[in-house]
T-cell receptor, first 113, second 108 residues
């Protein structure tokens, strides 16, 4: 079955630690995205990538980093510079010219204390 | 900048019809998408309107008026499982921008 996976579902970290969230897709999509969702809020774009070895900052990229070494994978690192990292993180993918139709992974809920 | 406005909450009775409105201000607008998200779950794509008019997919329909910068999602024959958050999102010459969502509660 084609789909997009994120791991882990729940993640707990201490303040000051970097943490990397995994995102893998087997939909053969060129484009991948990372969003952050806070309670009662919409999805805010952190980073996106339309092709391997290239990515762009979204609206809230500060304190985050990404890489896109393979078409299938788009890991997100939440660094210690991110002031308020506790949130629900969603990864998505789409065909490059159909960004209006994105397929989402199940999300990772990160708690930093 | 870009902004979308949609009601934060809507309540409707099982079996009824509900309309969720969305107004937007977007430069380089291409179209309007709708997504559904159940609590704790992932958003799922429902529909996309690039042209004015109504698009129907089963119990769900979506409408767009480009001249009014306005769209809506219409849910018919409401079922309890339709209780979820619904997001409109604009596509254009920038990445997809999402509204803050409308929480729909379906009551018996």
């Amino acid at each position: 079955d084609g789909g997009i996976t994120q791991s882990p579902k729940y993640l707990f970290r201490k303040e000051g630690q970097n943490v990397t969230l995994s995102c893998e897709q087997n939909l053969n999509h060129d484009a991948m995205y990372w969003y952050r969702q806070d309670p009662g809020q919409g999805l805010r774009l952190i980073y996106y990538s339309q092709i391997v070895n290239d990515f762009q900052k979204g609206d809230i990229a500060e304190g985050y980093s990404v890489s896109r070494e393979k078409k299938e994978s788009f890991p997100l690192t939440v660094t210690s510079a991110q002031k308020n990292p506790t949130a629900f993180y969603l990864c998505a993918s789409s065909m490059r010219d159909r960004d209006y139709e994105q397929y989402f992974g199940p999300g990772t809920r990160l708690t930093v204390t | 900048g870009q902004s979308l406005e949609q009601p934060s909450e809507v309540t409707a009775v099982e079996g009824a019809i509900v309309q969720i409105n969305c107004t937007y201000q977007t430069s380089g607008f291409y179209g309007l998408s709708w997504y559904q998200q159940h609590d704790g779950g992932a958003p799922t794509f429902l529909s996309y309107n690039a042209l004015d008019g109504l698009e129907e997919t089963g119990r769900f329909s979506s409408f767009l008026s480009r001249s009014d910068s306005y769209g809506y999602l219409l849910l018919q024959e409401l079922q309890m499982k339709d209780s979820a958050s619904y997001f409109c999102a604009t596509s254009g010459n920038t990445p997809l921008v999402f509204g803050k969502g409308t929480r729909l509660s379906v009551i018996a």
